[in-house]
């Protein structure tokens, strides 16, 4: 009896959907608009004619918490000749949906199907946030829904800033936001410049409350580019700051100082029940043998690396608060918190004095001066030697103690201090930290060239490659070296491979090997043509139709240097001309030296900054033209 129940349901919705969409076909004058939009939005497929956040404050008076109405109208026309979109939000623990609503033009309901599911990502092994969704289809161009939603926080601390920018273009968003005289709340405005960005302020003595009203027009679709930099660095938005409310003549701070933030993280550090009994005999076992105090802290923080397995994890208040140690410990898992917290626990065990630390990575753009959940995103460990703080990050495999990850470079840090916190930055490495040498020492034997090469690797490109290659299975091992060195190039054959300790992080990764080149070497009548460079870094890499920065996963240096042996009965006929820029962001030059019977060409590639910028790319892409040529030309040899 189910089955003809559901179809008769389905039917009849679909018979009302049906019978609905054609009553709100879009008039002429909706066609108009949809074509004139997809002049102006090539690449998207649907608008968001009007867009409109009301932000509205309350008072949870038995959990002294203030909480956040925020109701979502956005008014959708189709520019395509179909489009089919998912219209979405996402609620946690502290957030609840209220309302979801689709329409058709005419405000008549529109029965598409709502789903609520949890949210899984490949970034977070577990988190409890939710997406409540619909699959909306807009079968014909300037076809029209509106969308109402009301998000409700529970507590004004997780509501941490509005945004401008969608995954769509809008063609007006406005975002008013209703503060009431008892709430002390900052609206902190970043990445206006460049915007016209209207705003309006009134006051309403009858209702006791200050509106604003921001308005920005025509905005595009948000950038959908890899390597860009954090959205906090290049779109509009707001920073909601909420200070503090009063309650009955009573100030009651929420988030007024950069103390108070330390106070509410601390507040959920000292709410855990660490019991180390059980990591005891693991510290001693990893101290006892220790000739210095430096060596029995490199010990327990390469365990830490080498034998827990990072994973995200965000759940309510767990993504806030950092797991007992014993728990990671057992479990041989855990997020960065808990990674944290055991480094710091063993410390503290074998009489260090270490501390928590909190810290938001290159990917955001604010620091401590701004108390708002959002400017932090990671947790790692400090200790304290002559009242300046050595950082430990336990989520990154293979980093040297004294070394750290360009992601938290420069960035500052607040750090445990009892009642008190401290704010340091993380120290900048430059690029020659990591650089890469690259030297081949080659000779032609008829139609092979064939030689030895040695490759050296520092700082993150020796973290990177180590690490990669620990993740491989011990059968796999020598064939990634193989195929590494190779560059997945069957012409060429590397044998005889000799590296360094690739279990130690703390010395350069150095690798050396023969190498046989096949198809480099072509002979006609008196000349010989060869091709010089085998690895061809760069190759390709335009920047065209970007509108962000590229962003490089850390400041890269490599030098290359290729000797080639002339056979004594020739000369060098024709070589490529050498090309070099220069700017704030990059060192980039290629040349060749005739040095008697040999030639020796050399790269050298420095990103200083790990980005480069849109205002390079120009400049950038007129290298990568000229470097492609190079990479195509060969050295003329003649008898």
């Keep these: 009896m189910l089955k003809p129940l559901y179809y008769f349901i389905f039917i009849s919705l679909f018979s009302i959907n049906s019978f609905s969409q054609k009553k709100v076909e879009p008039t002429e004058d909706d066609k108009k608009l949809a074509k004139s939009l997809k002049d102006i939005y090539t690449d998207d497929t649907v608008v968001l004619e009007n867009s409109e956040d009301i932000i509205t404050f309350g008072l949870n008076i038995k959990e002294q918490k203030v909480t956040v109405n925020q109701i979502m109208t956005e008014s959708m026309i189709n520019i395509d000749s179909r489009s089919d979109i998912q219209k979405y939000c996402f609620y946690d623990g502290q957030t609840s949906?209220?309302?979801?609503?689709?329409?058709?033009?005419?405000?008549?309901?529109?029965?598409?199907?709502?789903?609520?599911?949890?949210?899984?990502?490949?970034?977070?092994?577990?988190?409890?946030?939710?997406?409540?969704?619909?699959?909306?289809?807009f079968p014909l161009l300037g076809y029209r829904y509106n969308t109402h939603i009301k998000k409700t926080?529970?507590?004004?601390?997780?509501?941490?800033?509005?945004?401008?920018?969608?995954?769509?273009?809008?063609?007006?968003?406005?975002?008013?936001?209703?503060?009431?005289?008892?709430?002390?709340?900052?609206?902190?405005?970043?990445?206006?410049?460049?915007?016209?960005?209207?705003?309006?302020?009134?006051?309403?003595?009858?209702?006791?409350?200050?509106?604003?009203?921001?308005?920005?027009?025509?905005?595009?679709?948000?950038?959908?580019?890899?390597?860009?930099?954090?959205?906090?660095?290049?779109?509009?938005?707001?920073?909601?700051?909420?200070?503090?409310?009063?309650?009955?003549?009573?100030?009651?701070?929420?988030?007024?100082?950069?103390?108070?933030l330390y106070n509410w993280y601390s507040s959920l550090v000292n709410s855990l029940e660490n019991d180390n009994t059980e990591i005891k005999d693991l510290v001693k076992s990893l101290t006892a043998k220790a000739n210095s105090e430096e060596e029995k802290i490199k010990n327990i923080y390469y365990w830490v690396q080498d034998n827990i397995r990072y994973i995200a994890f965000e759940d309510g208040i767990a993504g806030f608060k950092p797991d007992e140690a014993v728990n990671?410990?057992?479990?041989?898992?855990?997020?960065?918190?808990?990674?944290?917290?055991?480094?710091?626990?063993?410390?503290?065990?074998?009489?260090?004095?270490?501390?928590?630390?909190?810290?938001?990575?290159?990917?955001?753009?604010?620091?401590?001066?701004?108390?708002?959940?959002?400017?932090?995103?990671?947790?790692?460990?400090?200790?304290?030697?002559?009242?300046?703080?050595?950082?430990?990050?336990?989520?990154?495999?293979?980093?040297?103690?004294?070394?750290?990850?360009?992601?938290?470079?420069?960035?500052?840090?607040?750090?445990?201090?009892?009642?008190?916190?401290?704010?340091?930055t993380v120290p900048e490495t430059s690029p020659s930290f990591n650089k890469e040498t690259y030297n081949y020492e080659l000779t032609l034997n008829d139609d092979l060239i064939e030689g030895t090469a040695n490759k050296n690797f520092n700082g993150e490109s020796r973290t990177s490659l180590l690490y990669?290659?620990?993740?491989?299975?011990?059968?796999?091992?020598?064939?990634?070296?193989?195929?590494?060195?190779?560059?997945?190039?069957?012409?060429?054959?590397?044998?005889?491979?000799?590296?360094?300790?690739?279990?130690?992080?703390?010395?350069?990764?150095?690798?050396?090997?023969?190498?046989?080149?096949?198809?480099?070497?072509?002979?006609?009548?008196n000349d010989i043509y060869i091709t010089v460079d085998f690895d061809k870094e760069l190759e390709n890499f335009l920047l065209k139709k970007r509108k962000t920065d590229f962003i490089f996963s850390f400041k890269r240096f490599l030098e290359t240097?290729?000797?080639?042996?002339?056979?004594?009965?020739?000369?060098?006929?024709?070589?490529?001309?050498?090309?070099?820029?220069?700017?704030?962001?990059?060192?980039l030059s290629v040349r060749f030296i005739k040095d008697s019977n040999n030639i020796i060409y050399k790269k050298s590639f420095k990103i200083k900054n790990a980005k480069i910028e849109t205002s390079d790319f120009e400049e950038w892409n007129n290298f990568i033209h000229k470097l492609n040529n190079i990479y195509n030309e060969q050295i003329v040899l003649t008898k």
């Design 561 to 587: 240097s290729t000797k080639i042996n002339i056979p004594s009965e020739y000369k060098i006929s024709y070589i490529p001309e050498d090309i070099n820029i220069s700017s704030k962001n990059y060192d």
């Design 153 to 260: 926080y529970d507590d004004i601390k997780y509501f941490t800033q509005l945004q401008f920018f969608n995954e769509y273009p809008i063609v007006k968003k406005t975002l008013k936001i209703e503060i009431p005289n008892w709430l002390n709340l900052e609206l902190k405005e970043i990445n206006f410049e460049g915007y016209d960005i209207k705003k309006e302020v009134s006051e309403d003595s009858k209702r006791k409350l200050k509106t604003y009203i921001y308005t920005l027009e025509n905005i595009p679709s948000a950038f959908k580019e890899e390597n860009a930099p954090g959205p906090s660095y290049i779109y509009p938005h707001i920073l909601i700051l909420a200070k503090s409310y009063t309650l009955k003549d009573k100030k009651e701070n929420i988030f007024n100082t950069t103390q108070d």
């Design 468 to 525: 990669n290659f620990d993740t491989l299975k011990n059968d796999k091992k020598d064939a990634f070296l193989e195929y590494y060195l190779n560059n997945s190039n069957t012409n060429i054959k590397v044998s005889n491979i000799e590296t360094s300790d690739l279990s130690n992080r703390e010395l350069s990764l150095n690798i050396n090997y023969n190498i046989s080149i096949k198809n480099a070497v072509s002979k006609f009548d």
């Design 97 to 137: 949906i209220e309302e979801f609503k689709i329409n058709y033009r005419n405000n008549k309901k529109a029965y598409f199907f709502l789903k609520d599911e949890a949210y899984t990502s490949n970034d977070l092994f577990h988190n409890d946030v939710r997406v409540k969704y619909a699959n909306i289809d």
């Design 328 to 424: 990671v410990f057992k479990k041989k898992y855990g997020d960065c918190k808990g990674m944290a917290n055991l480094t710091k626990q063993m410390l503290l065990e074998a009489g260090f004095d270490a501390r928590l630390t909190w810290i938001g990575t290159k990917r955001i753009a604010y620091d401590y001066s701004t108390p708002n959940l959002s400017i932090d995103n990671h947790m790692i460990c400090s200790i304290m030697k002559d009242e300046k703080p050595i950082f430990l990050d336990g989520t990154e495999k293979f980093n040297a103690y004294g070394e750290y990850a360009n992601r938290i470079q420069g960035k500052q840090t607040l750090i445990e201090n009892g009642s008190d916190f401290i704010l340091e």
